[in-house]
C-alpha cells in the first residue's frame, strides 16, 4: 500500500525557517518524482516544487531562492527547507507521487502538514 506522510509543518514568524520532510512508503521511492503542493484557503493549488526521480528540480518562480528541495532515496524521503518566510506561503503543504514533474497525473499524495507564517 502506497503511503506518502508529511511533517514539519507549524507556527512561524516571517522571515523564519522550517524544513518540511514527505516519507514515501509502499512503492520503489527513487523510481518516481515526488512534488510538494501547496493551497491556502480560497487560492488554488499550486506546485511549489518537484524533485524528478533523474535528479532534476523544477520550482515555482515565487519561492525560488527561498525553498530548496531535496531528497534521500535511501530514506525514502523528500525535504522541502524553507527560509525567509512570508505570510503568502501559509497553506497546507501536500507532497505528491508522479511519473515525472511534468505530468498533469498524481498518483498518490498525503494527508498534508499546515504552515503558518505569522508575527
Known amino acids: 500500500q502506497v503511503q506518502l506522510v508529511e511533517s514539519g509543518g507549524g507556527l512561524v514568524q516571517p522571515g523564519g525557517s522550517l524544513q518540511l520532510s514527505c516519507a514515501g512508503s509502499?512503492?520503489?521511492?527513487?523510481?518516481?518524482?515526488i512534488a510538494w503542493f501547496r493551497q491556502a484557503p480560497g487560492k488554488e493549488r499550486e506546485m511549489v516544487s518537484c524533485?524528478?526521480?533523474?535528479?532534476?528540480?523544477r520550482e515555482a518562480d515565487s519561492v525560488a531562492g527561498r525553498f530548496a528541495i531535496s531528497r534521500d532515496n535511501a530514506k525514502n524521503t523528500v525535504y522541502l527547507q524553507m527560509n525567509s518566510l512570508k505570510p503568502k506561503d501559509s497553506a497546507i503543504y501536500t507532497c505528491h507521487r508522479r511519473y515525472l514533474c511534468a505530468s498533469p497525473t498524481t498518483l498518490d499524495w498525503g494527508q498534508g502538514t499546515p504552515v503558518t507564517v505569522s508575527s
Open positions: 509502499g512503492f520503489t521511492f527513487s523510481e518516481y518524482s
Open positions: 524533485s524528478s526521480s533523474d535528479g532534476s528540480i
